[in-house]
């Protein structure tokens, strides 16, 4: 029998309805599953320093960089992608980076004026404010691994010097010997400064939003080279180089440190979100592009706020930098 085409009609009807309540009732469950709080999108961003970067650096050169930024973006994505926390993904990334000779943190970092390697580096969470940060130490290989031992291990916040690196090894950490630093292409530059008294900017950092919409900011250093023997930048300075609050932002800043240490950039760029409302890229572009560079003050940073908003302004000539979200690959930049 050939059916009506009413009929044809009231099956597909009933076909939809059973369709669309399916749907409804799926869902219900999901949001019941997961509630309002369920996950968020994570998002990880990474940079590897601003500065006079030479725009006619060779092709190889930046590829070597774009590839050792997605490499840092692959770790911390990783991460969180199987659920791990924010803090754990910026440990991640940074490990990466400072493992690279190509930057100025850990195995790159930069030579102080006595020909020494002293190394910065801090971490913070944004959920209870908790953050640990070591300076100048010389032994260990990888700083932001022992600044966060600092923040989960012990009472304190910073610890520098000798006792941070016999803290580091306490903890398990392998020393490594100074000669682990001494990398060619930074002997070469150091041997050059010394002769210019040049200054080098270069440093490394992170910040991420996990699924649980924790945020958190890590920065890494060698410093900046020929700097005197003791000196501590803003990297290891919460506030400074590094602050992360859930309420507003996660960031990590690049740059000439003693600026970035006397306007609590870091901080600043949290309270202006806090106390203003302005929005996140306003606020940052305010910092970067008006406060700093008024005052001469070269350097960037890269932000992450409680939405997902990425923001990455320098006010020099190139930053390396990139991020990637979830389910996106992921996007590196050295340029404008
Ligand atoms: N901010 C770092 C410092 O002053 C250097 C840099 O970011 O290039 O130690």
New binding site residues.
């Given amino acids: 029998m050939i059916p009506s085409v009413r009929n044809i009609y009231r099956k597909a009807g009933n076909v939809f309805l059973l369709l669309g309540t399916s749907l409804l009732l799926t869902s219900c469950y999901y949001m019941m599953d997961k509630g309002e709080d369920g996950p968020v999108e994570y998002m990880i961003a990474v940079h590897g ?1 601003a ?1 006079s970067m030479d725009a006619e650096m060779p092709e190889a050169m930046q590829q070597a960089y774009h590839a050792a930024l997605r490499q840092a973006l692959l770790a911390g994505e990783e991460v969180l992608k199987a659920g791990g926390t924010a803090v754990e993904a910026v440990e991640a990334a940074i490990r990466v980076m400072e493992d690279d000779s190509l930057f ?1 943190a850990g195995k790159g970092a930069v030579y102080n004026a006595d020909g020494q390697h002293e190394l ?1 580096a801090s971490i913070m969470e944004g959920k209870f404010h908790t953050a640990g940060a070591v300076a100048g130490v010389r032994q260990v290989r990888n700083p932001i691994t022992a600044a966060r031992l600092v923040m989960t291990e012990t009472p304190h916040v910073m610890l520098v010097g000798p006792g941070a690196d016999a803290f580091a090894l306490e903890m398990g950490m392998d020393p490594v010997d100074s000669s682990y630093f001494w990398t060619t292409r930074h002997r070469t530059r150091y041997q050059e400064a010394l002769a210019k008294q040049g200054k080098k ?3 490394v950092g992170a910040v991420a939003r996990d699924r649980d919409g924790n945020l958190a900011a890590g920065t890494s ?1 060698g ?2 080279a020929m700097k005197k023997y003791g000196r501590v ?3 290891p300075v919460i506030g400074a ?1 590094t602050w992360a609050d859930n309420a507003t932002c996660a960031v990590s ?5 003693e600026y ?1 240490i006397r306007y609590g950039v870091a901080h600043e760029l949290s309270s202006l979100m806090e106390h203003r409302k302005w929005p996140l890229e306003r606020a940052a572009n305010h910092l970067v592009m008006q406060e700093l560079k008024t005052m001469d003050a070269s ?1 960037g940073l890269i932000a992450v706020d409680t939405y997902g908003n990425i923001v990455m302004p320098f006010n020099t000539q190139g930053m390396f930098r990139g991020y990637v979200k979830e389910g996106q690959e992921p996007l590196t930049y050295i340029f404008k």
Avoid: I, R, V, W
């Fill in positions: 320093g500065g100025n910065d900017l270069g440093t250093t410093g900046m930048g803003d990297s180089g800043c690049t740059g000439h440190g970035f350097g």
